[in-house]
Nanobody, 120 residues
């Protein structure tokens, strides 16, 4: 059974830091690109950060560049998102996503989300 479990969300003041973690199981973690998305109330889900399956390449939304860092440990089947200099507009539910295209098929797995709230 495929499972992605996020942790590390919470309430933090503006300028603070949080580290989100996501543990994967039930699939070949090292074969998947891993992504963090977020969804704020009343807004569409947006892609925040990407890391390739090897961990060699990352990319970020402009709104978080220089503040967030995505990393992964394939041996532990975990991906993390270090969030620094947090702003109230970072408040959202953050989702871990595993994505892979293989043999013409798309494989897409999601966690249940973790709430991040940044107070002014």
């Amino acid at each position: 059974q495929v499972e992605l479990v996020e942790s590390g969300g919470g309430l933090v003041q503006t300028g603070g830091s949080l580290r989100l973690s996501c543990a994967g199981s039930g699939f070949t973690f090292s074969a998947y690109d891993m992504n963090w998305y977020r969804q704020a109330p009343g807004k569409e889900r947006e892609l925040v950060a990407i890391i390739t399956y090897t961990g060699d390449s990352t990319n970020y939304a402009d709104s978080v560049k220089g503040r967030f860092t995505i990393s992964r440990d394939n041996a532990k089947k975990m991906v993390s998102l270090q969030m620094n200099s947090l702003k109230p507009e970072d408040t959202a539910v953050y989702y871990c996503n595993a994505f892979r295209v293989s043999g013409g098929r798309q494989y897409d797995h999601w966690g249940q989300g973790t709430q991040v709230t940044v107070s002014p």
